[in-house]
């Protein structure tokens, strides 16, 4: 029970300034205020339960009904590393044999889904995902990488770059 709590920790250190130090009351009132964190750590408790006869169908239909609340589906099973932060909410679907590493950001109407092989996209750590992009197919996702608000991306992006439009390209900076 102590690795889930950790993890949720650690998603929780991205919703607080740098300075905070996290609490029980901290955790709280972020649990009931913010509507990602929300979800966030319920996803984490279904997965950690996942595999508990009783505890797994509660935290089944407890997921399930935040997503029909939040508009956010992220099936149990799915992985994704801590530092997880999903900024608003709405129309988030990624799909579950995607893999997310670490400090993954994501917003409102982001599609996260298998190509017509049923592939699905892998991640790198530190991800920035912008409003309305669609990540879709067996692609590689580099660490550090900025995917603009909208960007349709379909194809590999290498580490630390940002893309952005339909089909997404990176943007040359400087």
Known sequence: ???????????????????????????????????GFHYTVIF????????????SGMFRVWLKNLSHRYGIL???????????VIAH???????????????????????IGAGKNG??????DSVNVGAGAVIIGGIKVGNGVTIGAGSVVVHDVSEGVTVVG?????????
């Not at 984490?44 to 505890?55: D, E, G, H, K």
């Not at 400090?103 to 982001?110: A, D, E, G, I």
């Not at 339909?166 to 400087?174: F, M, Q, T, W, Y």
């Open 44 to 55: 984490r408790l279904a997965n950690y339960f996942s595999t508990t006869p009783v505890l």
């Open 89 to 111: 909410f709405g129309g988030i679907v990624v799909n579950q044999n995607a893999v997310i590493g670490k400090n993954f950001y994501l917003r409102p109407n982001v599609v």
């Open 74 to 84: 992220i099936p149990i099973g799915t992985r994704i590393g801590e530092g997880l």
């Open 119 to 124: 592939e699905c996209p892998v991640f790198g």
């Open 166 to 174: 339909n089909p997404a390209k990176e943007v040359i900076h400087g």
């Open 1 to 35: 029970m102590k690795e889930v709590w950790d993890i949720i920790k650690k998603d929780l250190e991205k919703y607080i300034p740098a300075s905070g130090k996290i609490t029980f009351r901290l955790l709280l009132c972020n649990y009931i205020k913010v509507e």
